[in-house]
């Protein structure tokens, strides 16, 4: 059984944090990392890392406010976020790739095969 289970959303005011949490179990994945999805938008890319290497990778819109790592003893991943704006409301999907991934972790969102439950992040003004 492989599961991907996702804690640590809420509600904040702008310039406000919040720490995502992605427990994995059931096997070792390649890389893990967040999307997010809005109402009425497309799935996005927000930031992922490899799981031996450690290389990480970011959108544009969250690089220098939001840090993905690791705990390989864990499978856990974790996604701080600070200086959080109202547009980074959205619902985070934590995302998973058991198959071999090397180097820079990938953006696209097919390239991943197991998904967590949705962690709401809400952003106020």
């Known amino acids: 059984q492989v599961q991907l289970v996702e804690s640590g959303g809420g509600l904040v005011q702008a310039g406000g944090s919040l720490r995502l949490s992605c427990a994995a179990s059931g096997r070792t994945f390649s890389a893990m990392g967040w999307f997010r999805q809005a109402p009425g938008k497309e799935r996005e890319f927000v930031a992922a890392?490899?799981?031996?290497?450690?290389?990480?990778a970011y959108a544009d819109s969250v690089k220098g406010r939001f840090t993905i790592s690791r705990d390989n003893a864990k499978n856990t991943a974790y996604l701080q976020m600070n200086g959080l704006k109202p547009e980074d409301t959205a619902a985070y999907y934590c995302a998973a790739r058991p198959s071999s991934w090397y180097g820079t972790p990938p953006r696209d969102r097919y390239e991943y095969n197991y998904w967590g439950q949705g962690a709401q992040v809400t952003v106020s003004s």
């Open positions: 890392i490899s799981w031996s290497g450690g290389t990480s």
